[in-house]
């Protein structure tokens, strides 16, 4: 089973897949937490990528589709990936679609988290305050949204054409939307 969490910037993605993989045999694949590692570490990825990731522009999608390439055989082993932060662009959904098909495998399911921009913002604000991630100041969240409106969005009817997306009220309790895409797993299950 291979799940794609899609959404826009602080929509709870990150959340929910932590949530997933406690119920679910499945590895969490996030391009941010793997790019945010690489900058921890000091690697020259990590320095590469540092100031595009503080603007909140993409990370070439080079980058991020070696990334996953390098995680896919560890997923398939686990049971299936949830895509979190990932494909981000119609190039990268491509990358992924031929990667998989390469190993006899597809994405199952892509679940559409809706929010709403001024709840993001709002959840945003919360998010700098508490952690600080120098993403998530006022104006690089502007970027990120841009971002995800001009490039990730397109994939949304990507998506349709393959007959997999489904739609998710991300607006509700963490709680809620975790059973929505529960209950949206076990339908494309069975
Ligand atoms: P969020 O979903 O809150 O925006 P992420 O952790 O997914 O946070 O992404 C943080 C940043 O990492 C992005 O703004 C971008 O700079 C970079 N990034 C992450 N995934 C990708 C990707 N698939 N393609 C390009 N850039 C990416």
């Keep these: 089973m291979n799940l794609i969490l899609f959404g826009p910037p602080a929509a709870g993605k990150g959340t929910q897949a932590k949530r997933l993989l406690e119920s679910r045999r499945m590895v969490q694949l996030s391009t941010g937490d793997m ?5 921890a570490s000091g690697s020259e990825l990590g320095q590469r ?31 299936g990936a949830i895509f979190d932060g990932f494909p981000r662009t119609i190039a990268q ?3 992924l679609d031929l990667m998989l098909k390469g190993r006899g495998k597809r994405i199952n399911l892509v679940v559409r988290l809706r929010v709403d921009d001024p709840a993001l913002v709002e959840r945003v604000a919360g998010r700098f305050a508490e952690s600080g991630r120098a993403d998530d100041n006022p104006e690089s ?12 969005a397109p994939l949304l009817p990507y998506y349709q054409a393959q007959g997999n997306l489904i739609e998710v ?3 509700g309790s963490i709680d809620a939307v975790a059973q929505a895409i529960d209950k949206a797993l076990d339908a494309a299950h069975g």
């Design 35 to 39: 790019l945010r590692a690489a900058i």
């Design 141 to 152: 969240f502007k970027v990120r949204l841009a971002a995800y409106n001009a490039q990730t």
């Design 169 to 171: 009220d991300g607006m």
């Design 49 to 79: 990528v540092q100031g595009i990731m503080q603007r909140g522009e993409l990370v070439s999608d080079e980058i991020v589709v070696a990334l996953i390439e390098e995680r896919l055989p560890e997923a398939e082993a686990a049971g």
């Design 93 to 95: 959904a491509q990358a």
